[in-house]
């Protein structure tokens, strides 16, 4: 699998998750469906997890699932700050709210490991000694 693969899949989730967001602003989806922002943490996990895994390149698989989720932890958690500061969150369940929005990106975040590791973005793990 070619590195640009990671970059192509993860700009069509963004893609994807743009419009899913711009039909659930106009048809009030993120109000009436519970899950639906679940869903939109998830694919954006995924997608900030094949982005990050594209950009810095990991090499083995152990340090790809610990930058990625960090870095996406990251990134979750700015978003949600920026979510608080410009007022746009519940005051009901807001704490619960916040931890289902980061548990779904950490989600996305190992799913996108678990497809780089398999589609061989990623070195595989091997047991192998490298001397003698």
Known sequence: MRKSSLLYTAFGIIVV????????VAFY??????????????????????VMMWFFSPTSIFRAVGFILVSVLIIGVVWETWEYLADLVQPIN???DTIYDLV???????????YAYISGAIPKFSLKSSGV
Do not use: K, R
């Open 94 to 96: 807001y704490w619960q």
């Open 104 to 114: 779904s990106d950490m989600v996305g975040a190992a799913l996108s490991c678990l």
């Open 29 to 50: 989806l993120y109000w009436t469906i519970w899950w639906f922002d679940i869903m939109m943490h998830f694919l954006a996990g995924f997608a900030g997890g094949l």
């Open 17 to 24: 998750v743009g419009v899913l967001h711009h039909i659930a």
